[in-house]
């Protein structure tokens, strides 16, 4: 049977989900669940967002410490891949400061793939190459969608839309207000082109950071917490650095890019290095000839980069560039406003909200809009990389619109700060968000109610039910900080080297 058969589009859904990146996906498969009909468009051929289609890394998973705190569908995603050889599972980073606690290596193709299958198994209907081109209003209520395709444009009819265009492309048509990146500076995080190198000798360069520890800002091994498919590496490291060497080929005028030093984290197959190294700043990505612009920036950074690797780094002379990104990754644009903002207090105080649909975990990451270097201390006008003091809670407020009606808010666009989203943008955080913003359009479109008259509590309790860890549960939280610290232990025991810093290494052992 094809594809041909398994779909007919109707001229009218429950919901629709705009974009199919990660909260995308998550928001159509919770809407499925809840009993509405769903209909999803992306822009590309292809599910995955910025995951797949500006090539990223790992997903940085789901966790805060050890303490699993996105589950539900997107576990279920994860173990989907894991099932067709397509992820490593969360694993654990020793030194979680750069990196976070975990990662979680995947194959960007099997993501696209599994993607899809779950959501046409959930009687979604998919529409690519499509992009939004107009809204149907009615007194401030969106009642449907123009699509511009090769062959004209579709109309579709919906009771709620689902934004998750990350830019809030569907919020900005219908008129609602945003903040641009960062209120005050005015200035969003750097995007960056993203590539990746095979046929490196890992190993070399492995034994590199360990014999010049000093030349690198951080650094860690990775360490599985669960058995995953013997066809994927089995030792996983990242590290930021190679700075005299970084040093030496920018003053040779053989190197130049965004930065002052290089990060390196493995490619999920064996032999593959992944990079998250360039920085294209100062473009705004909602601008067409701007966002034009970056990537031709972005490329000449690969190639710089990569010819950089090559020539100066030890493990990558018969390396080469095996993918780069169709679009440089854009961190961050508009953020639009929602009957709540989440700031940087509410989510570094870990701060609690009776209307919790999802929950934060990672640390405020933010990229210096402007400069080559990493993290400053304290300032956000420059990057910073600020550590939590719990879990926060993703308030319902926040993914509600100020003011348009029939219109839920997810994935990077909610309504939050520059520095917040620098928290709640990774994808485990943008897959919570993407399930409760599902589960939101879902009951209120079945239920003929407008989203922001929703019951709170008939939400979390759905999210509950599908498996979202909406509250903290002490008992599991013990459980998977046991396992974390044994794994790690037995791990270890099995290793000669490290590069980790051997406090840490002893902190786990005692
Ligand atoms: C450079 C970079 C590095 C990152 N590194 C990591 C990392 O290591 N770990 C991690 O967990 N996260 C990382 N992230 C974050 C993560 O990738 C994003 O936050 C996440 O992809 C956001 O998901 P989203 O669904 O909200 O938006 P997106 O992924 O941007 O998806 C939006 C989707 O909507 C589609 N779309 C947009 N506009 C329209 C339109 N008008 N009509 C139709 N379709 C449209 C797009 O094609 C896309 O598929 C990184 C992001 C970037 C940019």
Known sequence: ????????????????????????????????????????????????????NSVLGPISPFMFGDEQVINGIPQEFVDELMKVHGSTGHMKALDPYGSGAYLGFYDREKYKYVAE????KAGVDIFFHTLLRDLKMEDGSVKGVVLHTKSGAYSFGCKVLVDATGDGDAAVMAGEEYVYGNADTGKAQPGSAMFEMVDVDTDKVYDYI?????????????????????????????????????????AAGDLN?????????????????????????????????????SEIDGRRQIESVSEFMIKYVPGFEKSYVSVTSNEVGVRETRHIKGLYTLTQEDAGEGRKFDDVVSRGYFPMDVHNPDGVTGYT???????????????????????????????????????????????????????????????????AAVSGTEPRDLDVKKVQETLIGYGASVFRDEEKKAREEAHARESVREYMKGRTKYITKKEIIDGFMK
Request: charged share 20%; hydrophobic share 40%; aromatic share 10%.
């Open 1 to 52: 049977m094809g594809a041909k058969d398994e779909m007919k589009y109707k001229p009218g859904y429950d919901v629709i989900v705009a974009g199919g990146g990660p909260a995308g996906i998550m928001a159509a498969l919770a809407a499925a669940r809840t009993g509405a009909s769903v209909l999803l468009f992306e822009r590309n051929g292809f599910l995955g967002g910025a995951a797949t």
């Open 117 to 120: 299958e779950m959501l046409l």
């Open 210 to 250: 360990f014999e010049n520890p000093d030349d690198f800002e951080w650094k860690s091994d990775i360490v599985p917490v669960r058995p995953y498919s013997g066809r994927l590496k089995q030792h996983y490291f990242v590290a930021q650095g190679f700075k005299s060497l970084v040093k030496k080929a920018v």
């Open 257 to 293: 890019f965004g930065r002052d030093s290089v990060i390196v984290l493995n490619g999920i197959h064996p032999g593959s290095i992944h990079f998250n190294a360039t920085r294209v700043s100062g473009y705004n990505s909602t601008d067409a000839v701007e966002k034009s612009y």
């Open 377 to 443: 201390e304290g300032g956000h006008n420059g990057g910073c990389w600020f550590d939590l003091k719990d879990t926060y809670d993703i308030p319902f407020r926040c993914l509600i619109p100020a003011r348009i009606k029939g219109l839920v808010l997810s994935g990077r666009c909610i309504s939050g700060t520059s520095v917040a989203h620098g928290s709640y943008r990774t994808q485990g955080g943008i897959m919570g968000i993407g399930q409760a913003s599902g589960v939101i359009a879902g009951l």
